[in-house]
Each structure stands twice: as C-alpha cells, then as structure tokens.
T-cell receptor
C-alpha cells in the first residue's frame, strides 16, 4: 500500500486566497483525521471523519476552515480566505477500527507545508 | 487523559541502545501507553503501545514499571535514521476513536 497520500507537498499563497489541501487515505480505512502542526502549538487535531461523515470538528479554528470527505478515498481541507497565521504543516491520517472495535494506530501522510504570505 | 513528561532532548551514539523515558504518574487503569515518532519533514509514525506488560516489536521494546507510573522506550541498536522526535502518549483504549494528544516529545539525536 502507498500509505496516506497528501497533496500538494508545499503550498505558498497570498493572504486572502483560497487554499485547498487534499488527502487520499489508506484503502479500507474508515477513519480520517486532519491535524495541524506549528512550533507554538505542536500537533493539533482539527477534525475527523468516520465512514465519510464528520464526527468532531471542534478543533477547527474558525469558519474559514472547512473539510469534506465526498467518498472513502478522498478528503479536502479548505481555508478561505487564508491568513498568515494559518501557516503550518497540515497532516492527514487514517485508521481502521478492527479487533473488536479498538483503534490501535494512526497512519500519517507526509503533510502539506502551507505558507501564507 | 493522563499527562506525560518527557526530557526535551537526548543523545545516543550509533549502534548503542537508546532508552527514552516517560513519566505518566497520573495514568488510570484503563489507559494505555503509546509511542510515536516523527522524523524531520514526515508525519508521525506509530512505534508501539502497551498496558502493563512489557512489549516488543520489530521497531522497539516498551518497558512499563510495575506501578505503571513510568515507562521506557528502548531502541536496541540506534541508527542515524532513528534521529527524530519521540512522543509518549497515554490514552484509554476503548471502543471507537480516542483522540491522540501529542505533547512536545523528546528530540533524539543519534550521532556517528
């Protein structure tokens, strides 16, 4: 398996522009997570999906952030309009609930380095 | 969730064992100890987890004290590729999803 695939690897944009980050989870996984990592705040969970349905978006910082999962193999995280403080590395992760409904490990993608100028 | 305390950084010589400590003195009976690591410019990677017995897999060994208030991750023969930030996380292992809360971790530097 290719693992969790994120694109783009790097994104540089100007303040006010719309940014869309993309993620392809591991085939067969039924949970998908979006994390954000900054030097100041470390790794933060933004939102997660189960079977394509958003379950908890309490970590989404503002209404400027939105996430969708139209099918089991694709998810997007959109920022509109973007601001310089959104600059961070955004990670997507997926997982599978098995072995008696117990989730053991998350598989992370390589992340998208976002820079908003 | 119980909080964890880890040293901010450690050094290790290549080929030697790296022993990374973690303190989780407020751990509850149903909480597991998880270890992840993050190599530079990559996403976190699962290493190992355990409840109270020592665990070993192809990547590392996990030693949990009898009172479960602390644990040690052991990389038996560290290589340069093991240079990374290592996160110790405590969370309950119940049905469904449990949020992973990453702290600041230990930055391990393996040198030739």
């Amino acid at each position: 398996d290719a693992g969790v695939i994120q694109s783009p690897r790097h994104e540089v944009t100007e303040m006010g522009q719309e940014v869309t980050l993309r993620c392809k989870p591991i085939s067969g996984h039924d949970y998908l997570f979006w994390y954000r990592q900054t030097m100041m705040r470390g790794l933060e969970l933004l939102i997660y999906f189960n079977n394509n349905v958003p379950i908890d978006d309490s970590g989404m910082p503002e209404d400027r952030f939105s996430a969708k999962m139209p099918n089991a193999s694709f998810s997007t995280l959109k920022i509109q309009p973007s601001e310089p403080r959104d600059s961070a590395v955004y990670f997507c992760a997926s997982s599978l609930v098995d072995r008696g409904l117990i989730m053991e490990k998350l598989f992370f993608g390589s992340g998208t380095q976002l820079s908003v100028l | 969730d119980a909080k964890t305390t880890q040293p901010p950084s450690m050094d290790c010589a290549e080929g030697r064992a790296a022993n990374l400590p973690c303190n989780h003195s407020t751990i509850s009976g149903n909480e597991y100890v998880y270890w992840y690591r993050q190599i530079h410019s990559q996403g976190p990677q699962y290493i190992i987890h355990g409840l109270k017995n020592n665990e070993t897999n192809e990547m590392a060994s996990l030693i949990i004290t009898e009172d479960r208030k602390s644990s040690t991750l052991i990389l038996p023969h560290a290589t340069l590729r093991d240079t990374a930030v290592y996160y110790c996380i405590v969370r309950p292992l119940n049905t469904g999803f449990q949020k992973l809360v990453f702290g600041t971790g230990t930055r391990l530097l393996v040198s030739p």
